[in-house]
């Protein structure tokens, strides 16, 4: 299964894979070459569909846990400043996502959204300290019935050059539905209120929907 959001890149990179292999089919002699670019061409493929992959996911929907909005790993737990929205401090946990990680972002709670604004930004690479308020991102404000108010933040990388945010102020989410995508290497901030037990530690690996963050 594979994301909506990579359906015109797939499509794209199919035809170029085609175009590829007849080229080489019909105007190249010499095998080695031949067989070359046909690998070369198939794997390009291989390496786009493994990138838009949307496996299936059934959350553990619960409003007493908190789960992780994408898979990556834990690179930052610590409290920080928080200036968009909260204004004060916030105790941070960043997920960091490589290019072969799955790249959909998932409702880490159930609630309402009740703030939603996408900032363009520079491409820092994504473990930048600046990351978090320089770079291209979405910040999503949930707020959510046993927790309050949660955030988490998409934030683009040095390759990611479109974040693509289905969250709408207003709107009443599920904990582990499609929240939206981020395109080609990326971090998500979840900013959680202060004293708040967290369930994952640093360098640990992190499955959207299914890792608990926190539970209460």
Do not use: C
């Amino acid at each position: 299964m594979f994301h909506k959001e990579g359906a015109k890149i797939i499509f794209i990179t199919l035809i170029i894979v085609v175009g590829l292999i007849f080229i080489s089919d019909a105007f190249i002699s010499t095998n080695w070459i031949k067989s070359a670019i046909i690998i070369l061409a198939i794997a390009l493929l291989f390496l786009v569909l493994q990138f838009f992959r949307n496996p299936k996911r059934v959350a553990d929907n619960s409003d007493n846990h908190i789960l992780a909005p994408v898979d990556g790993k834990v690179v930052v737990i610590e409290e920080v400043y928080e200036p968009e929205y909260f204004k004060e401090k916030r105790l941070m946990v960043s997920i960091f996502m490589s290019p072969i990680n799955v790249h959909v972002t998932r409702y880490p709670v159930n609630g309402v959204v009740k703030y939603s604004k996408y900032h363009p930004g520079k491409y820092l690479v994504a473990w930048h300290p600046k990351a978090s308020e320089e770079n291209e991102r979405t910040t999503i404000v949930i707020n959510n019935r046993i927790y309050g108010e949660i955030m988490y933040r998409q934030i683009a990388g040095a390759l990611a050059r479109r974040i693509v945010n289905y969250a709408e102020e207003g709107m009443r989410v599920v904990q582990g539905k499609d929240a939206g995508f981020i395109k080609f290497g990326s971090r998500v901030d979840i900013y959680l209120p202060l004293g708040t037990e967290v369930n994952v530690k640093l360098g640990e690996k992190a499955i959207g929907a299914k890792t608990i963050i926190s539970k209460k």
